[in-house]
């Protein structure tokens, strides 16, 4: 029961660290927000804001960039996979 070794343009299905930080990196703004006992509270403030709207406008911010991690680390494996170099 020897394991054949991946044909070219085969997908495997490898956890790898980076597929482990773009897992985190598209879960954390889901939990954030599901979790609505660590922000439903006025203080504190900013600016006028009360905190339940800006932490949610935050993580509208902190949601693009995580996002952006992953997609770049993504497109980053499957340069590898194929056979290319790593920006």
């Known amino acids: 029961m020897s394991e054949q ?23 954390a703004p889901f939990v954030a927000m599901l979790w609505v006992g660590s922000y439903a509270r006025v203080e504190p403030a900013v600016i006028g804001i ?9 993580w ?4 693009t960039a995580l996002t952006s991690v992953a997609y770049i680390l993504v497109r980053r494996e499957r340069r590898v996979r194929k056979g290319g170099t790593p920006e």
């Open 60 to 63: 509208v911010l902190l949601s």
């Open 50 to 58: 009360p905190f339940f709207y800006w932490y949610q406008m935050a």
């Open 5 to 27: 070794p991946p044909r070219s343009g085969e997908i495997t299905s490898a956890i790898t660290p980076s597929r482990v930080i773009v897992a985190l990196c598209l879960i």
